[in-house]
Structures are given as C-alpha cells and as structure tokens.
C-alpha cells in the first residue's frame, strides 16, 4: 500500500507512518488527537443507511 506523507492539520508536525497505517484517514497526530478527541470518532459512517439516501432524507426533512 502506498500512503502519503501527511501532515497534522493543527500542530503541522507530520504524522507517523504507524498512525496512518492503523487510521488511513486521519488528519491528527497521536498529541492532538489526544486533546481534541480522535477525528474517527465523529465520521457519520453508523447511520445504517449510505450517504446519498442520508442526504435525500435530509432533503426531503427540509425542503
Ligand atoms: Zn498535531
């Protein structure tokens, strides 16, 4: 697998190779994550529904 260098997006210290290969998406290092809470945690991934048909039930909720 091939990951990309990347880099915290608040305290800009790149993160560990290890960190991405146990959370591919994060945008955290180990430090901030650990003050400002894991970014994995708030994905809306538990919904029990795909994103498009969330979207169209919140469409339809609003419109
Ligand atoms: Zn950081």
């Keep these: 697998m091939i990951y990309y260098l990347r880099t915290c997006v608040f305290c800009g210290k790149a993160i560990p190779l290890r960190r991405l290969e146990a959370l591919p998406e994060t ?23 795909d994103m498009e048909t969330y979207r169209d039930l919140l469409g339809a909720v609003r419109s």
């Design 27 to 49: 945008r955290r290092c180990y430090d901030c994550s650990q003050k400002m809470g894991s970014d994995m945690e708030n994905r809306p991934v538990k919904i029990g529904m």
